[in-house]
Structure formats: structure tokens, C-alpha cells
């Protein structure tokens, strides 16, 4: 007949494998599911997020250089020549390949592609009035119809509701799509909880399976419990790999962040300039210092926020303006390929969820071999 203490030992046997087995496949599905939902993310950031973000921003930088060397253009009378010339065509054609990039990378839904779609139409007609200011630049000696078509056309650059103002409000989206998604989901601290809360219970278990065993069969160690231990600090040591991403990713939001920003001052300078010189040519146009209203009250504030530029020189003669032009595009590129390393770490970093299977496993296989021969000593012992 069994003894009680035997039945007892059987039956504690059965609820410590049960217990561990069940641990083991809640944090098998933890891990798994935190670093592949991790790695999802971080491509996403990598592969859309990101891309989208900088193409706008070069979208956003290209319109105004293309601006400026119109209005440039015109002023200088090179128009009569080249039209709005090279340098125009050169940035409308970035503008419009970045403002495809960034169709094909954005991740904020119908609205979204419905603010590009404007942006788009937008830059065919800003580009349809500049076309019409070097028609009547080239048919008449008055030039005033095709100043009067730059102003329009450079409204629709700057006004409200312009193409840097749908640009702005895009980007701005897609930033709070990419904050949202890095606080939140596999990110958030919730998905943290997730996969550290079950591995402590395991290990807790596995602590008193050893300490019971050790208890009732005067074995001071299992091995197999023991390895179990080693491979649940293992597969502890991968999952936090998705800590590790998420500090990655932390770290490109910020170099985004940053490479935008570095985008934004680095137009300012042209941007203000092409405004100054737009404005002088509005003066020819209405000479007469307090009257600017005769061109229309959006004509004087205009004038009046936008005053005559000091220095003769312009950008195109300016020969150092070249080589700052171009460090700062070395910067912003610079900034670009920053993003695109911390993204590209934080997606590595968050893809073992193949090696946590494989461990967790494992780890349940090692449970099994380390309880089942204890079991079956109590099953055949004589009755």
C-alpha cells in the first residue's frame, strides 16, 4: 500500500512539473511576442517611419531653393535666358521624386496620401505660375505681369495652407505616428511587465523544485535544474534585447529629430533672402512708401515684414554660398545616415525571437528530465 508521504511527494512532483511547464510556455509566448512585435516595429521605423520623415523634410528644403532661384532668376534678368533656370528645374525635380518617396513611405493612413495628392497638385500649379511669370517676362519690355505671377506663385510656396505648410503638417503627423508608436504596444512599459513578471515566477519555481528535491531525495543539486536556470537567465538575457531596441529607437526619433531641424535652418538663410529679394521687386512695382496698399493690404504686410536687402550680392554670385550650400548638405545627409544606423541597430537588436524559441524549449525539455525519472521512482515503489 502507498504511504501518504509517498502519495504526497507524487502529487507535489506533478503540480511543480505543471507549474513549470505552464511557466515556461507563458514566457516562451512573452518573449517571443515581445521581441517579435519589437523587431516589427523597429523595421517599420527603419523601412517607413524614418524615410518618410526625411523625405519630407528634403521635399520641404527643395521647394524653397526652388523658389529662391526663380525669384533670383527674374531679378537678375537671367529669365530672359534660362527661364527660372537650372537650379529650379534641378530642386522641382527633387521636390517631386521626394514627395513620391514619401507617398510610397508614409504611414498615417488615407489622410495623409490625401495631403500629398494637394501637395502635389499644388507644386503643378505653383510651377504653372512661374511658367506664366517667364512667358510675360519674355513677351513684354514691362515686367510687372510676371512679377505679379512670382508673387502668386511664391504665395503658394509660404500662404497658409501652402505646400510648406501641408509639408509641415505631414511630417508633424507622421512624428506623432512614430512618438505614438514608440510608447505604446511591445514598446510601452506594460509589454515590459509582460515577459519580466512570468520569468521571476519561473525562476521562483525552479528555485523551490531544487530546493524540494534537494529536501526529499538528499541530492544537493539537479542538474537539469540547474541548466534550466542557465538557458531561463538566457533567454531573460535576449528578451532584453527589446530594451535594448527600444533604446535604439529612442535614439533615432532624437537624430530624426535632429536631421529635420538641421533641414529647416539650413533653408532659413535662402528662404529669407529669396523672400527679401521677392519683395524688391514688389517695390518697383509700388514705389511709393506708405501706399503699399494700392497693391493690396497681403502686398504690404509683405513689404513690411520683408525689408530691402542690404547688400548688392545675390546667392548665385556669392561664391562662398556654393560651398556653404554644400557643407550644410553634407550635414543634413550626415544626419540622414545617422538615423538610418540607430534604426538599422534597433531592428538587429530585437531580432532573436527564433533563438528565443529555440531556448525556451529547451528550457522546457530540461523541466521534463529533471522531474519525470522523480515521478516515476514514486509510480513503481513497491505497495
Not at 505653383?126 to 505681369?145: C, E, I, M, R, W
Not at 533615432?252 to 533672402?273: I, K, V
Request: contains cysteine; aromatic residues 6%.
Amino acid at each position: 500500500m502507498t504511504s501518504p508521504f509517498s502519495r504526497n511527494t507524487r502529487r507535489t512532483l506533478w503540480q511543480l512539473l505543471a507549474a513549470l511547464l505552464g511557466l515556461t510556455t507563458v514566457v516562451l509566448a512573452a518573449s517571443v511576442s515581445v521581441m517579435a512585435g519589437t523587431s516589427r516595429t523597429a523595421e517599420t521605423v527603419r523601412t517607413r517611419s524614418a524615410p518618410s520623415i526625411l523625405a519630407l523634410a528634403a521635399v520641404r528644403t527643395s521647394m524653397i531653393r526652388a523658389d529662391a532661384a526663380a525669384i533670383d532668376s527674374f531679378r537678375t534678368g537671367r529669365a530672359r535666358l534660362a527661364g527660372p533656370g537650372d537650379d529650379y528645374q534641378r530642386y522641382i525635380a527633387a521636390a517631386t521624386q521626394g514627395l513620391a518617396q514619401a507617398a510610397g513611405d508614409i504611414v498615417t493612413g488615407e489622410k495623409s496620401s490625401l495631403r500629398i495628392q494637394l501637395v502635389e497638385g499644388l507644386i503643378v500649379t505653383y510651377t504653372g505660375l512661374v511658367g506664366q511669370a517667364h512667358a510675360h517676362y519674355l513677351q513684354n519690355s514691362d515686367d510687372s505681369l510676371a512679377t505679379v505671377y512670382l508673387w502668386y506663385a511664391s504665395l503658394l510656396v509660404h500662404d497658409g495652407g501652402g505646400i510648406l505648410d501641408q509639408l509641415d503638417g505631414l511630417t508633424g503627423d507622421e512624428s506623432s505616428a512614430l512618438a505614438g508608436r514608440l510608447s505604446s504596444g511591445w514598446l510601452s512599459p506594460a509589454a515590459t511587465l509582460l515577459w519580466v513578471v512570468p520569468m521571476i515566477a519561473l525562476l521562483g519555481v525552479l528555485v523551490f523544485a531544487q530546493l524540494f528535491l534537494r529536501e526529499r531525495f538528499r541530492r544537493r543539486l539537479n542538474a537539469w535544474l540547474l541548466l534550466g536556470m542557465v538557458l531561463l537567465v538566457t533567454l531573460a538575457a535576449g528578451t532584453s534585447l527589446a530594451l535594448v531596441s527600444k533604446s535604439r529607437l529612442a535614439q533615432t526619433r532624437s537624430a530624426l529629430t535632429g536631421a529635420e531641424q538641421l533641414a529647416q535652418r539650413q533653408a532659413a538663410d535662402t528662404d529669407a533672402q529669396g523672400q527679401r529679394y521677392l519683395a524688391q521687386m514688389l517695390r518697383t512695382l509700388c514705389p511709393h512708401q506708405g501706399q503699399e496698399e494700392q497693391c493690396g493690404w497681403t502686398v504690404k504686410e509683405f513689404l513690411s515684414a520683408h525689408p530691402a536687402p542690404t547688400a548688392s550680392t545675390t546667392p548665385s554670385a556669392d561664391p562662398s554660398a556654393a560651398v556653404r550650400a554644400q557643407a550644410e548638405d553634407n550635414q543634413v545627409a550626415e544626419g540622414g545616415r545617422e538615423v538610418n544606423r540607430d534604426a538599422e541597430a534597433a531592428s538587429g537588436a530585437a531580432s532573436y525571437a527564433l533563438v528565443g524559441l529555440a531556448v525556451a524549449v529547451l528550457l522546457g525539455t530540461t523541466v521534463w528530465l529533471a522531474l519525470r525519472p522523480r515521478i516515476e521512482e514514486y509510480r513503481y515503489r513497491p505497495r
